[in-house]
């Protein structure tokens, strides 16, 4: 008989991979972005060790969305004070900063302890199509 094999922080191998947001649907390039965090798409996942890859999304402000989302959906905040809720809606968002957009979406799908805080900073989000993680990535292409 087979017996799960539970694997080690130490044992995880990293990956590098780049997405390009553009023309992409915005939630189900999130879904993608956290099975690439979590690690969900290698054969040796354990749910209590962080053994996901690193992503950098590439174009994140050239997205598409479905519906009137862009013009309906608000996003909160609160700082705990009377009378200070502020609401912005999607669409200026993601004109003024899609990153903050995209860290909002994932970390709701990533576990809520310190395992889920570690996964989300191996998340890397740019506007435009330059990135300074070249080297990573070639490196990690090069080997394989």
């Given at each position: 008989m087979k017996s799960t094999v539970m694997i080690k922080k130490e044992e995880v191998v990293?990956?590098?991979?780049?997405?390009?947001?553009?023309?992409?649907?915005?939630?189900?390039?999130?879904?993608?972005?956290?099975?690439?965090?979590?690690?969900?798409?290698?054969?040796?996942?354990?749910?209590?060790?962080?053994?996901?890859?690193?992503?950098?999304?590439?174009?994140?402000?050239?997205?598409?969305?479905?519906?009137?989302?862009?013009?309906?959906?608000?996003?909160?905040?609160?700082?705990?004070?009377?009378?200070?809720?502020?609401s912005i809606k999607f669409g200026d968002l993601l004109e003024k900063n899609p990153s903050k957009l995209f860290k909002l979406g994932v970390r709701g799908m990533l576990p809520k302890t310190n395992l889920g805080k570690e996964m989300l900073k191996k998340l890397k989000i740019y506007a435009g199509s330059e990135h300074p993680h070249t080297a990573q990535v070639s490196r990690n292409e090069g080997s394989k």
């Amino acid at each position: 008989m087979k017996s799960t094999v539970m694997i080690k922080k130490e044992e995880v191998v990293r990956d590098w991979v780049v997405m390009d947001a553009e023309g992409k649907t915005f939630g189900r390039l999130l879904t993608d972005i956290a099975i690439l965090l979590r690690g969900k798409h290698k054969p040796y996942y354990t749910p209590n060790v962080d053994c996901g890859d690193y992503v950098v999304v590439i174009n994140a402000d050239k997205i598409q969305v479905t519906g009137i989302k862009l013009d309906s959906k608000l996003y909160h905040s609160h700082s705990g004070y009377f009378g200070s809720t502020k609401s912005i809606k999607f669409g200026d968002l993601l004109e003024k900063n899609p990153s903050k957009l995209f860290k909002l979406g994932v970390r709701g799908m990533l576990p809520k302890t310190n395992l889920g805080k570690e996964m989300l900073k191996k998340l890397k989000i740019y506007a435009g199509s330059e990135h300074p993680h070249t080297a990573q990535v070639s490196r990690n292409e090069g080997s394989k």
